[in-house]
């Protein structure tokens, strides 16, 4: 009876899975036929899990890459797909015996009648020469996202035709920068304003901090005397 598809990871693997990353032992995963921008069966390893767990939550290196995809527990099994079967190969035919030899008695051919001369050949028109530059195929079209949160996070997804080939990747907050003064003026000023409320953000944080650690400060020093 023919194996079925391999199941997605269930609760219990995800938690297995953890205990193994937490031991210091990336477990091995295999992708299913619902993986995006990987070929079904192919393996990887754990690396990561973001939180919260929801929607690609779960960060795997493909076997052979250097960069860490995010993919959801549908995308993903612990079962290792069996090896595919060869075809058989089916047995050669015994070659046929070869026949006995028959005696032949030598008879003189007559002689061969003379060759009529053969028509001069039709000259065919040389083909015609493609024009240089033809283009031999439609490119694949590409598609690159970039993503911001509120602490001033950025992150970037490409989408090659119908294959993601990098999935949240983080990016520097100071390379999106650069790039965005080199596009239009609204991406330099949107990216700009997303920066700016981060940094505000974070500064308000500092000082915040700040006094903190002052007002313990002065409580230690009051405790000291």
Do not use: C
Request: charged share 25%; no cysteine; net charge negative.
């Amino acid at each position: 009876m023919a194996k079925g598809k391999p199941n997605s990871l269930s609760p219990e693997d995800i938690e297995h899975l953890r205990a193994e990353l937490t031991a210091g032992r990336p477990p091995a995963v295999w992708f299913t036929s619902a993986a995006v921008g990987v070929e079904a069966g192919r393996s990887g390893k754990v690396m990561a899990f973001t939180e919260p767990e929801e929607g690609d939550f779960i960060q795997v290196r493909p076997t052979g890459d250097r960069d860490d995809l995010s993919f959801s527990p549908g995308e993903l099994t612990v079962e290792k797909p069996a090896p595919r079967k060869r075809a058989p190969v089916a047995p050669k035919e015994p070659e046929p015996a070869a026949p006995a030899p028959v005696e032949h008695i030598y008879t003189p051919a007559p002689p061969p009648p003379k060759p009529k001369p053969a028509p001069a050949p039709t000259p065919r028109p040389a083909p015609a020469a493609k024009p240089a530059g033809a283009r031999k195929g439609k490119p694949a079209e590409v598609t690159v996202t970039l993503v911001s949160t509120a602490e001033g996070e950025w992150t970037v997804d490409v989408q090659w035709g119908s294959k993601r080939t990098l999935r949240s990747a983080p990016v520097a907050a100071s390379a999106v920068a650069q790039a965005a003064k080199l596009l239009p003026p609204e991406v330099d000023e949107a990216v700009d304003s997303v920066l700016t409320a981060a940094r505000e953000r974070h500064l308000a944080r500092v000082e915040q901090l700040r006094a903190e650690l002052e007002a313990a400060q002065r409580a230690l020093d009051e405790l000291s005397d």
